[in-house]
Each structure stands twice: as structure tokens, then as C-alpha cells.
């Protein structure tokens, strides 16, 4: 195919649309950082200008009979490259608005966690989110986005739970290596044990070799702890610092390069006041069988990753994340909403 300029070998016409090309090609590249406005007006100033050369190429080769003729085909012309060029640019600036509108709710809260838009850049905004697991000591998983790593981050979901036993919960796991069987990673489990608790977890190998307890209600008394309420969980992992927020509160930090230290126990349950009332007997025993079966599983578990810490390296930078859900009998349902990931920039 013969180049399109090959029949009209005007100098100044080729050197209108050369101009015209790059500009075209600087506008597309440089869309992020150049206003509409100005570009619309640059667009619009170099059309007339390529309309103008047309015109008085075509003028000094032709009769004042085709001056006519090229004045409305130089000008059909700069209407349709400003036409091309104008809707490239409302397009690129419609996207920037969705784009804007969709982040807008995950730049509002950054604050919450002592970050702004200038922090760095959304990682992911997730659809809702349902898990649901049953049996003894099973744990599933779910992430639209598992191609996606994460070192330094902010993370955070509403999380709507129905758990049968205290024990069992929902929340993240992070930096993992992604290991099905011996996984290398970090977990922050929610469970409704002791009016709400939260235990981080690392595992190293499959094997637990660190962990720390937390009671929300201590610094947040918004957060629920009964079946199908909802609080937002949140954590932000900077190197060795893990930051752990219940709806928009600080509860606890965790050190990584630390040992595990010591699990903090609840009180006991409180028996009922009529010693009469055989349904609230019940109930008080079955909450002392199970908050006894809980503790002494703390302290098992204390010991575990106090020897598999000294052993293993247990310090993780970076890997996958997904949300979590973990039962230890029963049914677990995990509902997460509003989840996103920002990534932090140094």
C-alpha cells in the first residue's frame, strides 16, 4: 500500500500532519498530567493552523474556482481531527472521574490510619465477600486479587460474622508465601471468645511460632461481639510493625522480630443468680466447659510458638493476602464488605 502523503507531496501539508501525529501520540502519553482545557485549546488552535496550510497550499497550485473547494475540505478536516481529538480527551477525562469516584471512599479513611492520598496507591477495592467453613480446626480462604503482593500496606473490610464456638472467627492473612501445605505467613483472626478477641498469628513452615491476644472492648466499646453484627477490622504493616484497628480505633501493635508473649485470659464466666433457672444453669456450664477448652488451648499453643520462634525465622516482609475464615467446630460464616488494599510507597 502506497503511503497516504505519496500523491500530495506538499512539504508544509506532511509537516501540518507530522505535527499533528506527535501531538496526538504526547496527548495520549501525557494524559494523566495534562488539563482538558489547555489541551482542548491547543487542539483546536493547531487544527486551524493545519486548515489555514491547506488552504494556501491548495490556493497557489489551483484556480480561484477550487479555492472554494479546498477552504471547505481544510475545514471538514480540522473538524473532524478536533472532533477525534475532543473525545479522546472527554474520554480520558470521564475515566479519571470514575476512577476518582470509585477511590474516593479508600482516601476518606486512609486518616484513620495516619495516611493520605500521597501514602501511595490502591492495591485493590474488593466486591463483597462470603466464607463459610464447618468442621473441626478447618480454614478457608478468598481473594479476587491473589496475583497481588503486599509489603508495606493498609488494609481494611467490614466483617459480619456467625460463628458455634468462641474459638472460631474471621479476618486476614497476610505476606504469605503462598505455601498450601507449610505456609509461611501472618494471620489476624477475629472471634467472639471473651466478648470479642483477637489473636495474630505466625506461622513458619505450617507451624505456629508467634502470637499475641487482644481485647478490642478494652479501647473500643462500638465493637459487637455477638453472632451477625459487624465491626471493620483494619491493620497496617510497616517492616517489622503490625498495627491493629477495630472500627477506626488502635487496640494493639505487634512487633514481629518479638517473641510471643504470654496469652492474656478473660475472667471466668459469671454464674447465674437463680441457681434455680435449670436454661441459664445450662448455659453458664456449657460457657465454662468451653472457656476452659479455649484457655488451656492459649497456653498449649503459647508454649508451640514460644520453642518454634527461638527455631525458625519468623519474620516476613512481603507475599499474598486474602481474608480469612477459620472454625474450630461448628459452622463459621465470614461476610467481608467495603475490603480494600493501599499500597504504601516509601
Given at each position: 500500500m502506497k503511503p497516504y502523503f505519496e500523491s500530495r507531496p506538499s512539504k508544509t501539508l506532511m509537516l501540518g500532519f507530522m505535527i499533528l501525529s506527535v501531538l496526538s501520540v504526547l496527548l495520549q502519553g501525557c494524559?494523566?498530567?495534562?488539563?482538558?482545557?489547555?489541551?482542548?485549546?491547543?487542539?483546536?488552535?493547531?487544527?486551524?493552523?493545519?486548515?489555514?496550510?491547506?488552504?494556501?497550499?491548495k490556493a497557489n497550485a489551483s484556480s480561484a474556482g477550487?479555492?472554494?473547494?479546498?477552504?471547505?475540505?481544510?475545514?471538514?478536516?480540522?473538524?473532524?481531527?478536533?472532533a477525534t481529538q475532543t473525545a479522546q480527551l472527554a474520554g480520558r477525562d470521564e475515566t479519571k472521574l470514575a476512577t476518582a469516584t470509585i477511590t474516593a471512599p479508600v482516601v476518606a479513611?486512609?486518616?484513620?490510619?495516619?495516611?493520605?492520598?500521597?501514602?501511595?496507591k490502591v492495591g485493590w477495592i474488593h466486591d463483597p465477600l462470603n466464607l463459610e467453613v464447618s468442621g473441626y480446626q478447618q480454614t478457608t480462604f478468598g481473594n479476587d486479587f491473589m496475583n497481588i503482593t503486599a509489603k508495606d500496606f493498609v488494609l481494611a473490610a467490614d466483617l459480619t460474622w456467625n460463628t458455634q464456638y468462641g474459638d472460631s472467627g474471621c479476618g486476614f492473612m497476610f505476606r504469605s508465601d503462598?505455601?498450601?501445605?507449610?505456609?509461611?505467613?501472618y494471620m489476624l483472626i477475629a472471634t467472639r471468645f471473651a466478648n470479642g478477641r483477637l489473636v495474630f498469628t505466625a506461622l513458619a513452615d505450617g507451624e505456629l511460632a508467634n502470637m499475641r491476644h487482644f481485647y478490642p472492648r478494652e479501647s473500643d466499646r462500638s465493637f459487637e461481639w455477638q453472632?451477625?453484627?459487624?465491626?471493620?477490622?483494619g491493620i497496617v504493616a510497616r517492616g517489622n510493625l503490625i498495627e491493629v484497628y477495630t472500627n477506626g480505633l488502635k487496640i494493639g501493635e505487634i512487633d514481629t522480630?518479638?517473641?510471643?508473649?504470654?496469652?492474656?485470659?478473660?475472667?471466668?464466666?459469671?454464674?447465674?443468680?437463680?441457681?434455680?433457672?435449670?436454661?441459664?444453669?445450662?448455659?453458664?456450664?456449657?460457657h465454662i466447659?468451653?472457656?476452659?477448652?479455649?484457655?488451656?488451648?492459649?497456653?498449649?499453643?503459647?508454649?508451640?510458638?514460644?520453642a518454634n520462634f527461638q527455631e525458625r525465622d519468623v519474620v516476613f516482609t512481603e507475599?499474598?493476602?486474602?481474608?480469612?475464615?477459620?472454625t474450630q467446630g461448628g459452622q463459621t460464616t465470614c461476610k467481608f464488605d467495603k475490603a480494600w488494599l493501599w499500597l504504601l510507597e516509601p
Open positions: 494524559g494523566q498530567n495534562t488539563q482538558s482545557n489547555s489541551s482542548d485549546a491547543t487542539v483546536s488552535a493547531l487544527s486551524q493552523a493545519i486548515a489555514g496550510t491547506a488552504t494556501a497550499e477550487d479555492l472554494a473547494t479546498a477552504e471547505a475540505e481544510a475545514t471538514q478536516q480540522s473538524q473532524n481531527i478536533s479513611e486512609l486518616p484513620t490510619y495516619g495516611f493520605d492520598a500521597s501514602s501511595g503462598g505455601n498450601q501445605q507449610k505456609p509461611n505467613q453472632n451477625d453484627t459487624t465491626n471493620r477490622l522480630t518479638e517473641p510471643p508473649k504470654q496469652p492474656i485470659l478473660p475472667p471466668r464466666p459469671e454464674p447465674p443468680l437463680d441457681k434455680n433457672d435449670s436454661a441459664a444453669q445450662k448455659a453458664y456450664e456449657d466447659a468451653e472457656y476452659e477448652d479455649i484457655v488451656q488451648q492459649a497456653q498449649s499453643n503459647f508454649t508451640v510458638a514460644k507475599g499474598f493476602l486474602g481474608m480469612l475464615a477459620v
